[in-house]
C-alpha cells in the first residue's frame, strides 16, 4: 500500500496567501528570500543587483492568480528566480554596448554604500581555495553556471534542473559531466598543494 505523498507547506502556504492570507506571503518571503538572493548573485555576480531582482521574483510571486502546486513550491520559486537573472544577464550583455549619454559611470554610485554585513556565503569562501572554486565557477558560460549552481549550491533534482534548462535529464547530466571535467581541469593544482 503506497503512502500518500505529504504536502508541501510552502505550496500551501502560496495558497493560503492566494485565498487572502497575506501573513502566509510574509512567511514565504522571510523563509526564501536569503536563499533567493544568493541563487541570483551567483548568477549576476552583484550583491546589490541579486537583491533588487529578488524584489522582482517576490513581485510576480504576489501577482501569480492561478498558482498550482504542480511541482514543489521551492522549485517552481526557482525557476522564476532563474528567468529574472537570466533575462538580466542578458539584457546587460544587450547594453553593454550602447553608451547612454544620462548614465552616470558605473563606477561612481552616490547615495549607496555597501552593506557592512557579512554573508554567510562570503564567510565560506574566506579561505584561498574556496575563493579559487568560485571563482573558476563564475568563470563558466550562463547555462553551465547556472547548472552547477541549481545542482551544487541549491541541491536540486535533476529533473527540477533540467525543467528550468528548458533540457532533457540526459543532457543536464552530460552538461553537468562535461562542467565538471572542466572544472577538474582548471582546479588540478590544488590537488598538488593538499
Known amino acids: 500500500m503506497s503512502a500518500c505523498p505529504t504536502p508541501d507547506p510552502h505550496a500551501l502556504r502560496m495558497l493560503a496567501f492566494q485565498a487572502g492570507d497575506a501573513d502566509s506571503f510574509d512567511r514565504l518571503l522571510e523563509e526564501h528570500r536569503g ?3 544568493g541563487y541570483i548573485a551567483r548568477i549576476v555576480r552583484d550583491r546589490w543587483v541579486a537583491e533588487e531582482l529578488a524584489q ?11 498558482y498550482q502546486p504542480t511541482a514543489k513550491f521551492r522549485t517552481w520559486l526557482f525557476r522564476i528566480a532563474t528567468n529574472v537573472a537570466l ?3 542578458r539584457d546587460q550583455r544587450a547594453e553593454a554596448g550602447v553608451l547612454r549619454l544620462d548614465a ?3 563606477a561612481i554610485r552616490p547615495y549607496e ?9 562570503e564567510c565560506l569562501v574566506e579561505g584561498s581555495t574556496r575563493r579559487e572554486v568560485r571563482s573558476a565557477v563564475e568563470s563558466l558560460p550562463e547555462r553551465q553556471r547556472t547548472a552547477v549552481v541549481m545542482h551544487k549550491y541549491m541541491d ?7 525543467r528550468q534548462l528548458n533540457c532533457s535529464v540526459p543532457a543536464l547530466k ?12 582548471q ?8
Not at 175 to 185: G, I, M, P, V
Open 113 to 121: 554604500l555597501r552593506s557592512r554585513v557579512r554573508s554567510i556565503e
Open 104 to 106: 552616470e559611470p558605473r
Open 174 to 185: 552530460s552538461l553537468l559531466f562535461r562542467t565538471y571535467a572542466l572544472l577538474r581541469r
Open 87 to 89: 533575462n538580466w544577464v
Open 187 to 194: 582546479l588540478a593544482h590544488l590537488n598538488s598543494q593538499a
Open 35 to 37: 536563499m533567493v538572493i
Open 56 to 66: 522582482e521574483v517576490f513581485l510576480r510571486v504576489c501577482r501569480v492568480r492561478n
Open 156 to 162: 536540486m533534482e535533476y529533473r527540477d534542473i533540467a
